[in-house]
């Protein structure tokens, strides 16, 4: 999804349409949606008073829509936990189209190495992103304990990328129009937190002994 196309088509709606992506992509089972990606085009576009939430207005509010993409991307969240709670096993062992098997694998096996952390490093890993949520719900993690991590995972995940397209958007006005090589910064911070925690693993791993 382009975001320059969306912001064609939708107009004023194109900042709707971002925080109902950023909830689908962050737990009801879509981890192809590029939430990252929007997070960013939605700071540049702020920059450069390109968006707006009524016909014929102009510019959108900072805070106001940290705020609002942040409480989009914790609802995602609880959303996902939920669907997981209530279906369970069922869903965790069904192997579909999407929901592939082996993702919640993959994600179970992040969730138990990191533990509550993974609820914050896992919002800046595509996939990690969406099915770490129903992994909590599915293994009955405390509710309480789910939401302040989701929370707190949230809130970095928006200011981080939001901020970082609001900043260079402001430093660089002519750079909403080429997104698509900003898209590579967004590529490379989603996988610094992923290359750190490794490198800690690897670092942790106690060394094979010679038989």
Not at 54 to 61: E, L, T
Not at 68 to 88: D, K, Q, R, W
Not at 95 to 122: C, M, P, W
Request: net charge positive; charged share 20%.
């Amino acid at each position: 999804m382009d975001p320059n196309w969306l912001l064609a088509h939708f107009g004023h709606e194109f900042f709707w349409v971002c925080l109902l992506i950023v909830f689908v992509e962050c737990g009801v089972f879509f981890p192809f949606l590029p939430g990252d990606t929007l997070l960013f085009a939605m700071g540049l576009f702020i920059a450069s008073d390109k968006i707006s939430v009524v016909p014929g207005g102009k510019g959108v509010d900072l805070i106001a829509a940290l705020a609002m993409l942040t409480a989009a991307g914790f609802l995602g969240n609880v959303a996902g936990y939920e669907i997981g709670h209530y279906i369970g096993p069922p869903l965790y062992e069904r192997n579909g189209r999407i929901l592939k098997k082996k993702y919640f694998d993959q994600t179970s096996e992040f969730f138990e190495r990191h533990g509550d952390k993974a609820l914050v490093i896992g919002r800046f890993v595509p996939f990690v992103r969406t099915f770490i949520t129903i992994v909590a719900g599915v293994t009955r993690m405390d509710r309480r304990r789910f939401f302040v991590w989701s929370f707190v995972g949230a809130t970095l995940w928006v200011l981080a990328i939001t901020l970082l397209g609001y900043f260079l958007g402001s430093a660089f006005p002519t750079l909403g129009d080429n997104i698509d090589k900003a898209i590579y910064v967004i590529v490379v911070l989603t996988l610094l937190p992923i290359a750190y925690e490794w490198r800690k693993h690897r670092r942790q791993k106690p060394a094979k002994t010679p038989s």
